[in-house]
C-alpha cells in the first residue's frame, strides 16, 4: 500500500479522472470491478472513487462525445506552479486547451495537449493532493504514454518537466524510454507503436487477480482482452461499457510489497 501524504514532486501522475455520459453507470460498472464506493457529486455533477474512504479517481460527466474516437482515463501531471508549467507546455510545442483555472480550495489545474495529439493535464495540489492511495489492488499503478511516434513526444516531456530518459534495458525489442524526474524517480515511459491508431496516455489499475477482474468486466457490461503474463505483471486491456480502455495487472507478491 502506498498513502499519498503530500503533493507529489513535478512531472508525477497524481491524479486520473473520466469524462462519462452516464454517471450512475460507470459507478456501477467501476464499483464492481474494482470495489470502489463514490463521493456526492459536487461542482457540476463531479464525483470521486473512493477506496476505503480515500478518493482514487473522478467521473466528470459530459454529453455524449459526437467524435468516434473513444474516451480515456486522463493523467494529471504534478506541479508546484500551474501556470508557469503550463506556459513551458506552449513553449515547447503543446497546446494548453483550458485553464490554468482554480479548482476551489482543491488546487489549479491545467488540460494539454502534447504534440503528437496525446491529452493530458496538469495538476496543483490544494486540498486535493491527487490520488490517496497508489500502488494497490483497485488503484493507479503506472501511466504510460503509446505513441506512433514517440521522439517529438521524449523531446517535449524532458523539456516541459526536465525528464532524463533512459532505454529499458530489460526490453531491448522495444521501442520504450523511461521518464524520470531530476531525482532520479521514474514516473512511466514512452512506447513507441508505428501501427498506434493515435497517441494516448494509458492507465493501469493495479488489481489482486487480474483473471478474476477481467471477468468481473465482462459481468458488469464491459469488455476484455484475454490475460497474458508479461515480464512485470499479468495484464488485461480492459474496455468500459463507454468505450474507454484501461489495463489492469497483478504483480508478484514480493513486488507489490516493495
Not at 66 to 76: E, F, I, K, N, Y
Not at 143 to 172: C, G, H, I, S, W
Not at 201 to 222: H, K, M, P, Q, Y
Not at 232 to 238: D, F, L
Request: proline share 9%.
Amino acid at each position: 500500500m502506498s498513502r499519498v501524504t503530500a503533493n507529489q514532486p513535478g512531472g508525477t501522475p497524481t491524479w486520473i479522472d473520466l469524462d462519462v455520459p452516464d454517471v450512475e453507470r460507470a459507478k456501477e460498472f467501476y464499483g464492481a470491478v474494482f470495489g470502489w464506493e463514490f463521493s456526492a457529486p459536487g461542482a457540476g455533477g463531479y464525483t470521486f472513487a473512493l477506496l476505503r474512504g480515500s478518493r482514487v479517481a473522478g467521473l466528470r460527466p459530459v454529453p455524449a462525445p459526437a467524435s468516434p474516437r473513444p474516451p480515456r482515463w486522463r493523467v494529471h501531471l504534478a506541479t508546484d506552479d500551474c501556470d508557469a508549467t503550463a506556459r513551458r507546455v506552449a513553449e515547447a510545442g503543446g497546446t494548453v486547451t483550458a485553464g490554468p483555472l482554480d479548482k476551489g480550495e482543491q488546487g489549479r489545474s491545467a488540460l494539454a495537449v502534447d504534440p503528437g495529439g496525446a491529452a493530458f493535464g496538469l495538476w496543483q495540489g490544494g486540498t486535493l493532493l491527487g490520488c490517496e492511495l497508489v500502488n494497490e489492488p483497485g488503484s493507479l499503478v503506472r501511466n504510460d504514454l503509446v505513441t506512433p511516434d514517440p521522439a517529438p513526444a521524449r523531446e517535449f516531456y524532458a523539456k516541459v518537466f526536465d525528464f532524463t530518459l533512459d532505454a529499458n534495458q530489460d526490453m531491448p525489442d522495444a521501442d520504450f524510454t523511461f521518464l524520470r524526474r531530476p531525482d532520479g524517480h521514474e514516473i512511466g515511459g514512452i512506447m513507441g507503436v508505428p501501427e498506434a491508431p493515435a497517441a494516448a496516455w494509458g492507465t493501469l489499475f493495479e488489481v489482486a487477480d487480474t483473471d478474476g477482474t477481467a471477468r468481473r468486466a465482462v459481468a458488469a457490461g464491459g469488455t476484455a482482452g484475454e490475460p497474458e503474463d508479461t515480464l512485470y505483471v499479468r495484464m488485461a486491456g480492459i474496455t468500459d461499457p463507454f468505450g474507454a480502455v484501461f489495463q489492469v495487472g497483478a504483480r508478484p507478491p514480493a513486488a507489490r510489497a516493495s
